[in-house]
C-alpha cells in the first residue's frame, strides 16, 4: 500500500517556477514508478510528466517538454515536478500517482494523491 500526498502547489507569475513535491508512504515505495497529472476546470485529466522506480527514465506530454522536469529522492520517498517558464494554461490541480510500470495513461497506476492546485496569472 502505498499513500501519496502533494503540496508545494500555489500561485506563480507567468514566466516563473514552482516545485511541488509528491511525498510517498510505504517501505515499498522505491519500486513504483510515479507519474504527474493535472486537471483543469471544464477538462479531462491529463498526462503531464512519469519517471520509473530508478529515476533513469522519464517521459513528458509535448506542452510541458524542456519547462518541466519529474525527479525522486527514493531516501525521502519523494517525487519532485520542477516546473520552469510557467504559462497561465498550466493552471490545473496537479496529481501524482503510483503504479508497477510508468505510463501516460492513468490506469497504470494504483495509487493517487488528493491534488495540488497551481494557479499561473500573467
Same mark, same amino acid.
Request: glycine content about 12%; overall charge neutral.
Given at each position: 500500500?502505498?499513500?501519496?500526498? &502533494?503540496?508545494?502547489?500555489?500561485?506563480?507569475?507567468?514566466?516563473?517556477?514552482?516545485? !511541488?513535491?509528491?511525498?510517498?508512504?510505504?517501505?515499498?515505495?522505491?519500486?513504483?514508478?510515479?507519474?504527474?497529472?493535472?486537471?483543469? !476546470?471544464?477538462? &479531462?485529466? &491529463?498526462?503531464?510528466?512519469?519517471?520509473?522506480?530508478?529515476?533513469?527514465?522519464?517521459?513528458?506530454?509535448?506542452?510541458?517538454?524542456?519547462?518541466?522536469?519529474?525527479?525522486?529522492?527514493?531516501?525521502?520517498?519523494?517525487?519532485?515536478?520542477?516546473?520552469?517558464?510557467?504559462? !497561465?494554461?498550466?493552471?490545473?490541480?496537479?496529481?501524482?500517482?503510483?503504479?508497477?510500470?510508468?505510463?501516460?495513461? &492513468?490506469?497504470?497506476?494504483?495509487?493517487?494523491?488528493?491534488?495540488?492546485?497551481?494557479?499561473?496569472?500573467?
Amino acid at each position: 500500500q502505498v499513500q501519496l500526498v &502533494e503540496s508545494g502547489g500555489g500561485l506563480a507569475q507567468a514566466g516563473g517556477s514552482l516545485r !511541488p513535491p509528491c511525498a510517498a508512504s510505504g517501505r515499498t515505495f522505491s519500486r513504483y514508478a510515479v507519474g504527474w497529472f493535472r486537471q483543469a !476546470p471544464g477538462k &479531462e485529466r &491529463e498526462f503531464v510528466a512519469a519517471i520509473n522506480w530508478s529515476g533513469g527514465i522519464t517521459e513528458y506530454a509535448d506542452s510541458v517538454k524542456g519547462r518541466f522536469t519529474v525527479s525522486r529522492d527514493n531516501v525521502k520517498n519523494a517525487v519532485y515536478l520542477q516546473m520552469n517558464s510557467l504559462k !497561465p494554461e498550466d493552471t490545473a490541480v496537479y496529481y501524482c500517482a503510483a503504479g508497477p510500470l510508468s505510463g501516460t495513461s &492513468e490506469a497504470a497506476y494504483d495509487y493517487w494523491g488528493q491534488g495540488t492546485q497551481v494557479t499561473v496569472f500573467s
